[in-house]
C-alpha cells in the first residue's frame, strides 16, 4: 500500500500540473516595470494555485483555503523565485501546505513551475538566481524516483531538537490523507533543523528544509523563526523555538512543532522512516500511534529521546522483544555464538549474505548482515531502512 501511496502522490503533483502561463504585457512608457512584474507573476501563480487547490483532498472534510504568494527573489523581468501557500481553515485537523515556484518569462508568457513536478528540475537547472548547489538540491524534488517505492526508509536525519534530549511525542503521525507529520514538544523548545540542506521560510511560524535525496522537512508553529530564502543550514541549526503560530492555518493547542516530511514534493507517510534511531507507525486515528526504538516502544505522550541520525549503512537491533541478538561467527544459526548485541544497539554493515531463515518484526528471512567487527547478525532483527542489502553483498 505504501508504495502505491507514493505513486499517487507523484502523479498528482504533476498530472494537470505542468507550467502555467499568463502573458507577461509589455510596460508602458513611465510604468514602474518590477511592479507590473510581480503582478504578472503573482496572478500566474495564485491562478495554479487555486487550479491545485480544486485538485487536493481536503483533510477532516476540509477545504484549502487563500493563496498566498512571496516573491522572494528576481532576476530583471526573465527570472522569479519564491513560495506559493494554501492556506488551511482555522480549524483543527487543517493543515497548510505549499510549495517553492520558479516562474521564467519565455515569448511573451510566464511559466509557473512547483517544486514536485517533472520540469521543475529543469528550472531549477537553468534559473540564474540559483546558485549550482541549491540548483542540485531544488532539481531533486523533481526528479521522480522509485526509491522510496521501493521501500527505502532511511532519511539520514535526526529528530529536530537537542541531541541526547527527550522531548515529547504529543502526537503521532497525522496531517494530510498520507499522515506526513508527529508533534513533538518539551525539553528547552529551541527546533533545530533534522538535517542539513536548504532553509525557506513558507510563512511566519513555518520553515521548510530542503534536504538531499529528494527530501523535505516542514516545522510549523513556531515562534522566533529563522526568516531565510535559501539559506545553507546544518544538521541541528535553530530554526526557532515551538509556539503557537497559525499564521497559515489550522489550529494550535500547547507550545509545540509539527515536523513533517516530503519526497519529492509532496507528503509522504512519516511512518516507517528512521529519524532520530526512532521509528515512528500510524496509530487507528489521526494523532495515535507510537514510536519503535529497537524493541522499546514510546506511546503518544512518552518521550523520544534524540540518538541522532542513523547512517546508511547502520543498523538498529530489534531483538523482538527480548533484551539482546546473538552475534555468530557465520551467516546461520550453525556457526557458533561469538558474542551479542543489545536490542536498541546501533551496529554498522560491511555486507550481507543468505543464510539461515529467521523470524522478526518485519516477516521472516534468509539474509544475514556481516558486521564491520566481522560477527554476523539475522537481518530479521536489524532495523536498518530497507528490505535488502544495506551495503552490498559479501
Same mark, same amino acid.
Given at each position: 500500500?505504501?508504495s502505491?501511496?507514493?505513486?499517487?502522490?507523484?502523479?498528482?503533483?504533476?498530472?494537470?500540473?505542468?507550467?502555467?502561463?499568463?502573458?507577461?504585457?509589455?510596460?508602458?512608457?513611465?510604468?514602474? $516595470?518590477?511592479?507590473?512584474?510581480?503582478?504578472? *507573476?503573482?496572478? &500566474? +501563480?495564485?491562478?495554479?494555485?487555486? @487550479? %491545485?487547490?480544486? !485538485?487536493?483532498?481536503?483533510?477532516?472534510g476540509?477545504?484549502?483555503?487563500?493563496?498566498?504568494?512571496?516573491?522572494?527573489?528576481?532576476?530583471?523581468?526573465?527570472?522569479?523565485?519564491?513560495?506559493?501557500?494554501?492556506?488551511?481553515?482555522?480549524?483543527?485537523?487543517?493543515y497548510?501546505?505549499?510549495?517553492?515556484?520558479?516562474?521564467?518569462?519565455?515569448?511573451?508568457?510566464?511559466?509557473?513551475?512547483?517544486?514536485?513536478?517533472?520540469?521543475?528540475?529543469?528550472?531549477?537547472?537553468?534559473?540564474?538566481?540559483?546558485?549550482?548547489?541549491?540548483?542540485?538540491?531544488?532539481?531533486?524534488?523533481?526528479?521522480?524516483?522509485?526509491?522510496?517505492?521501493?521501500?527505502d526508509?532511511?532519511?539520514?536525519?535526526?529528530?529536530?531538537?537537542?541531541?541526547?534530549?527527550?522531548?515529547?511525542? $504529543?502526537?503521532?503521525?497525522?496531517?494530510?490523507? *498520507?499522515?506526513? &507529520? +508527529?508533534?513533538?514538544?518539551?525539553? @528547552? %523548545?529551541?527546533? !533545530?533543523?533534522?538535517?542539513?540542506?536548504r532553509?525557506?521560510?513558507?510563512?511566519?511560524?513555518?520553515?521548510?528544509?530542503?534536504?538531499?535525496?529528494?527530501?523535505?522537512?516542514?516545522?510549523y508553529?513556531?515562534?522566533?523563526?529563522?526568516?531565510?530564502?535559501?539559506?545553507?543550514?546544518?544538521?541541528?541549526?535553530?530554526?526557532?523555538?515551538?509556539?503557537?503560530?497559525?499564521?497559515?492555518?489550522?489550529?494550535?493547542?500547547?507550545?509545540?512543532?509539527?515536523?513533517?516530511l516530503?519526497?519529492?514534493?509532496?507528503?509522504?507517510?512519516?511512518?516507517?522512516?528512521?529519524?532520530?534511531?526512532w521509528?515512528?507507525?500510524?496509530g487507528?486515528?489521526?494523532?495515535?500511534?507510537?514510536?519503535?526504538?529497537?524493541?522499546?516502544?514510546?506511546?503518544?505522550?512518552?518521550?523520544?529521546?534524540?540518538?541522532?541520525?542513523?547512517?546508511?549503512?547502520?543498523?538498529?537491533?530489534?531483538?523482538?522483544?527480548?533484551?539482546?541478538?546473538?552475534?555468530?561467527?557465520?551467516?546461520?544459526?550453525?556457526?557458533?555464538?561469538?558474542?551479542?548485541?543489545?536490542?536498541?544497539?546501533?551496529?554498522?554493515?560491511?555486507?550481507?549474505?543468505?543464510?539461515?531463515?529467521?523470524?522478526?518484526?518485519?516477516?521472516?528471512?534468509?539474509?544475514?548482515?556481516?558486521?564491520?567487527?566481522?560477527?554476523?547478525?539475522?537481518?530479521?532483527?536489524?532495523?536498518?531502512?530497507?528490505?535488502?542489502?544495506?551495503?552490498?553483498?559479501?
Amino acid at each position: 500500500m505504501r508504495s502505491s501511496s507514493i505513486l499517487r502522490c507523484a502523479a498528482a503533483g504533476s498530472a494537470g500540473l505542468l507550467a502555467a502561463a499568463l502573458p507577461a504585457s509589455p510596460a508602458p512608457a513611465g510604468a514602474d $516595470t518590477d511592479d507590473l512584474v510581480e503582478k504578472a *507573476v503573482t496572478e &500566474a +501563480v495564485t491562478g495554479e494555485l487555486m @487550479d %491545485r487547490a480544486k !485538485r487536493l483532498p481536503g483533510t477532516a472534510g476540509q477545504v484549502p483555503g487563500a493563496a498566498t504568494v512571496s516573491i522572494t527573489r528576481r532576476a530583471g523581468t526573465r527570472w522569479a523565485f519564491g513560495t506559493g501557500v494554501l492556506r488551511a481553515p482555522a480549524t483543527a485537523q487543517a493543515y497548510p501546505e505549499g510549495w517553492l515556484f520558479l516562474a521564467e518569462r519565455t515569448g511573451g508568457t510566464w511559466q509557473v513551475s512547483f517544486e514536485g513536478e517533472p520540469e521543475f528540475a529543469g528550472f531549477a537547472r537553468r534559473a540564474p538566481i540559483l546558485d549550482n548547489a541549491e540548483a542540485d538540491a531544488l532539481a531533486a524534488t523533481g526528479e521522480v524516483s522509485l526509491m522510496y517505492a521501493n521501500r527505502d526508509y532511511r532519511t539520514g536525519m535526526r529528530l529536530p531538537y537537542g541531541l541526547g534530549a527527550s522531548w515529547y511525542l $504529543t502526537g503521532g503521525p497525522h496531517g494530510s490523507p *498520507v499522515r506526513n &507529520a +508527529v508533534d513533538l514538544a518539551g525539553g @528547552d %523548545r529551541v527546533v !533545530r533543523a533534522a538535517r542539513g540542506g536548504r532553509a525557506y521560510t513558507m510563512c511566519r511560524g513555518w520553515v521548510r528544509v530542503v534536504h538531499d535525496r529528494g527530501y523535505a522537512t516542514d516545522y510549523y508553529h513556531l515562534w522566533n523563526n529563522i526568516n531565510v530564502n535559501g539559506a545553507s543550514v546544518a544538521a541541528g541549526a535553530r530554526l526557532g523555538d515551538t509556539g503557537t503560530d497559525v499564521t497559515c492555518g489550522g489550529s494550535a493547542t500547547g507550545r509545540h512543532v509539527h515536523f513533517g516530511l516530503r519526497q519529492y514534493g509532496e507528503p509522504v507517510p512519516i511512518a516507517r522512516h528512521i529519524i532520530g534511531k526512532w521509528t515512528p507507525y500510524n496509530g487507528s486515528a489521526q494523532y495515535a500511534g507510537y514510536a519503535l526504538h529497537g524493541s522499546r516502544r514510546q506511546n503518544v505522550g512518552g518521550t523520544l529521546y534524540n540518538y541522532g541520525p542513523l547512517g546508511f549503512t547502520q543498523g538498529i537491533v530489534d531483538s523482538h522483544g527480548g533484551s539482546y541478538v546473538n552475534k555468530r561467527s557465520g551467516p546461520g544459526t550453525g556457526y557458533r555464538i561469538v558474542g551479542t548485541a543489545a536490542d536498541g544497539a546501533t551496529v554498522s554493515v560491511s555486507c550481507s549474505r543468505n543464510g539461515t531463515s529467521h523470524t522478526g518484526r518485519f516477516g521472516t528471512t534468509s539474509l544475514w548482515d556481516k558486521l564491520t567487527d566481522g560477527t554476523w547478525i539475522s537481518d530479521a532483527y536489524l532495523e536498518n531502512g530497507v528490505s535488502g542489502p544495506v551495503n552490498g553483498w559479501c
